[in-house]
């Protein structure tokens, strides 16, 4: 049974940072791909950035050069990094493992992959 555990959202002024965390449980994260997603108030769920299982990494264009995901091995957590954070980065953000590489309508009604239950950042 998978189970991932987002922490770290919380409320922001703009430009500032925060970082969320993931760990999962029944996964191994340097095993497989997987991503940081959002979702904000009337739009699709997003790709924030994923690695795939080459090792290789993609970010959003909204997000480039200010988001940086990692992860550490021995305590099989990720982050996401947040720098520079604006108004419109303002959703709930999920970790999710083997989830989509396209952005879709929904994160919470995914079909593929397992997501944790999201963690609010709010960038006022």
């Known amino acids: 049974h998978v189970q991932l555990v987002e922490s770290g959202g919380g409320s922001v002024q703009a430009g500032g940072n925060l970082r969320l965390s993931c760990t999962a449980s029944?996964?191994?994260?340097?095993?497989?791909?997987w991503g940081w997603y959002r979702q904000g108030s009337g739009r699709k769920c997003e790709v924030v950035s994923r690695?795939?299982?080459?090792?290789?990494?993609d970010y959003a264009e909204s997000v480039k050069g200010r988001f940086t995901i990692s992860e550490d091995a021995v305590k099989n957590l990720v982050y996401l990094q947040m720098n520079d954070l604006k108004p419109e980065d303002t959703a709930v953000y999920y970790c999710?493992?083997?989830?989509?590489?396209?952005?879709?309508?929904?994160?919470?009604?995914?079909?593929?992959?397992?997501w944790g239950q999201g963690t609010q950042v709010t960038v006022s």
């Open positions: 690695k795939q299982s080459d090792s290789s990494i």
């Open positions: 029944g996964f191994r994260f340097d095993d497989s791909d």
């Open positions: 999710a493992a083997e989830g989509p590489s396209w952005d879709s309508d929904s994160c919470v009604n995914s079909e593929i992959g397992y």
